[in-house]
């Protein structure tokens, strides 16, 4: 392939090669690498001193696609010096030009979904119409920040403690320099999405994507940068969290973490040490509750995007399945025959239901769930097998029924194709069951009566519950936050919260002609009584 940059139509491969990786499907055993000059315009932007690289490999067939340069410690440095530079000018742009950047970042994204869903699909290995997600997720993001800038960032008046004589505005302030650790399950929404609030507020940002989808973070930033917003205001550092994670968090004046709940108490536990903010998105063993009068075709064929979008590999995804003795065994005929009807392809089309694993480490682990859960007595109703077939880390959509506490899936997250279905006679005890355990991330409830589900939803743990939906309805309204509880994370994405946690909340108070201390000769005594009066009378008078 040529070695020269990328053609106007900006397809990964090139044109030709482009229109044969997308049809026929992809050979899981064919060798085939991205355009060399389409790579090395992604890489580039790495801040990166050393010569070592690390390739990113595609799941599906285990070639490399590119190879990443990798950060030292004293890149990272080198990052945030640059950064801060670029804030102190951005924090000067408007929130109106800052928001039109945003605007044009939102069409930027839809015009060019395909090249992005491309490239997620060859790094990740997930179906296309989950890949598909991502490029969506960004644009609403992207325009709900750009819409509500103003309603979030503007300073505002607040009551003063003397009416008409103290004046009190309260002002956002950009904390200065975001660092964004991201993962590897959603590479180009995760490495983007929290970001872009902190961003609208006048934050600079150093991301560290995680090593196994490096280029389609980089893609993001390119995007970024031709949406307008000033090249050194994003910088990407490459390499190992453990040793670059650290140093993020030596420089950075908030740090944002998605991924473990193990490594997300690390961060933390530093973040703490400096005292500055985190936030923190972490691990989840989500509960599905179909009531006694759900519609049970809706519920199974959430149940499918619920367990199998992605793989599993979803943070809000579902693993636990508590259903109405009453419609125990309905639901789960309908259940296992949509699964079984999945269709598991090789390819960037269309035409898949869900795609492979990310690498050896994340197949290992579904599997050693899977076989510890029936050696100890649960009962595969369908799936339960790896697919090398397809590709090396394909394992087929699995429900488990009769799950026990002492097998390793009870508790522990899988995060791949598997869940637990369990009955339940009493819905205080389904609600008793999906609040057992230390996480709290998401949960869907479905019922035929909304307004019921809306109220079952205020006694479940979780950061967010959707009503008769697996989890799109929470997570793409962004106007609503979305994190955990308990053990699932601190802080909030979206919403006013994604956005305010960049911010320090500054008070500015002018005072007219009152002064707070005694006057004309009037003892301390007498003030305090006179001060006294006036509270009482200002309570009369049903002031704040």
Request: aromatic content about 6%; proline content about 6%.
């Amino acid at each position: 392939m040529s070695d020269q940059p990328t053609p106007p139509d900006r397809s990964p491969a090139g044109a030709a090669g482009h229109d044969e990786l997308r049809d026929p499907a992809l050979d899981p055993t064919a060798s085939y690498a991205l355009e060399p000059g389409y790579v090395r315009a992604l890489t580039e932007q790495v801040v990166a001193t050393s010569r070592r690289t690390e390739p990113s490999v595609c799941p599906v067939n285990g070639q490399p696609l590119g190879h990443v340069p990798q950060s030292e410690p004293g890149d990272v440095a080198e990052a945030f010096r640059r950064a801060r530079r670029a804030q102190q000018a951005w924090v000067r742009t408007s929130l109106d030009e800052r928001a039109a950047t945003m605007l044009r970042l939102h069409d930027l994204v839809l015009d060019r979904q395909s090249e992005i869903i491309d490239l997620i699909c060859w790094e990740s290995g997930k179906a296309r119409k989950h890949a598909f997600d991502e490029p969506l997720h960004i644009a609403l993001t992207a325009r709900y920040y750009a819409r509500s800038a103003h309603e979030h960032l503007d300073s505002h008046r607040v009551a003063g403690v003397v009416p008409a004589l103290t004046h009190v505005e309260v002002n956002r302030i950009p904390k200065g320099v975001v660092g964004i650790i991201s993962p590897w399950n959603y590479p180009f929404t995760m490495a983007l999405c929290d970001g872009l609030p902190a961003l609208m507020a006048g934050n600079a940002v150093v991301a560290k994507p995680d090593a196994q989808t490096m280029l389609s973070a980089l893609l993001a930033k390119q995007l970024l940068e031709e949406a307008g917003f000033p090249p050194d205001l994003w910088q990407v550092v490459a390499g190992p969290g453990r040793v670059l994670g650290p140093e993020i968090i030596r420089h950075a004046d908030h740090v944002c973490f998605t991924g473990s709940t193990a490594t997300g108490a690390l961060v933390a536990q530093q973040c703490a040490q400096r005292l500055i903010g985190c936030s923190l998105e972490l691990g989840g063993k989500n509960p599905f509750l179909v009531l006694r009068d759900a519609d049970l075709d809706r519920a199974a064929e959430g149940a499918v995007r619920a367990s199998f979008s992605n793989a599993g590999q979803l943070c809000v995804s579902m693993e636990r399945m508590f259903v109405a003795d009453q419609v125990y065994d309905r639901f789960l005929a309908k259940f296992v025959e949509r699964t079984e009807a999945m269709r598991l392809e090789v390819g960037l089309g269309w035409g898949s239901d869900m795609g492979s694993l990310i690498s050896q480490a994340q197949l290992d682990t579904v599997v050693r769930h899977v076989e510890d859960a029936r050696a100890k007595g649960a009962r595969v109703l369908t799936g339960g097998r790896a697919r090398p077939d397809l590709g090396p880390y394909y394992f087929e959509p699995t429900i488990l029924e009769g799950v026990t506490p002492e097998m390793t899936c009870f508790g522990e997250e899988t995060f791949g194709p598997v869940v637990s279905v369990y009955r339940f006679q009493d819905e205080s005890d389904a609600v008793a069951r999906a609040n057992a355990g230390d996480y709290g991330l998401n949960a869907s409830v479905y019922t035929r009566d909304a307004r019921r589900g809306r109220e079952l939803a205020r006694t479940i743990r979780c950061g967010t519950v959707n009503v008769n939906e697996a989890f799109a309805a929470t997570f793409a309204s962004v106007d609503a936050p979305m994190g955990g509880m308990h053990e699932s994370g601190i802080g909030r994405r979206q919403g006013g919260e994604g956005i305010h946690r960049y911010t320090e909340t500054q008070a500015v108070a002018t005072q007219r002609l009152l002064r707070f201390a005694p006057v004309l000769g009037m003892s301390d005594e007498t003030y305090a009584k006179v001060m006294t009066a006036y509270l009482r009378l200002m309570k009369r008078l049903g002031r704040k």
